[in-house]
Nanobody, 123 residues
Framework: APQLAESGGGSVQAGGSLTLSCTAT????????MAWFRQVAGKEREGVAG?????TPTYGNSVRGRFTVSRAFNTLSLQMNLLRPEDTAVYYC???????????????????WGQGTQVTVSS
């Protein structure tokens, strides 16, 4: 089964930037959607950004224009700019089999998850 591991989280001031990475092993980068989700304790997991096996990106409304998702080889990345305090969350990467097209940001669809990495944005 796919194995996912996030890295790159940390603390940053509002308006700053962070880049998250997710290293995927145990499967081919082709034929899978990969996506980022985030979750705050006590709240539902929220879709952040996804990218299809053909490179088609999808963004959640709250991050569109600020975050950029990309993938190459076995690595999924999320470039986060203009960070806001409300971006504070644990960020998870996930994957599911899909041959192409845009990736859903519904978390229940995804069966394989990383352990998460904390992002904290202070005002």
């Amino acid at each position: 089964a796919p194995q996912l591991a996030e890295s790159g989280g940390g603390s940053v001031q509002a308006g700053g930037s962070l880049t998250l990475s997710c290293t995927a092993t145990g499967f081919s980068n082709s034929g899978y959607c990969m996506a980022w989700f985030r979750q705050v304790a006590g709240k539902e997991r929220e879709g952040v950004a996804g990218i299809g096996s053909d490179g088609t990106p999808t963004y959640g409304n709250s991050v569109r224009g600020r975050f950029t998702v990309s993938r190459a080889f076995n690595t999924l990345s999320l470039q986060m700019n203009l960070l806001r305090p409300e971006d504070t969350a644990v960020y998870y990467c996930a994957t599911r089999a899909q041959s192409g097209g845009s990736c859903t940001l519904l978390p229940w669809v995804y069966g394989f998850w990383g352990q998460g990495t904390q992002v904290t944005v202070s005002s």
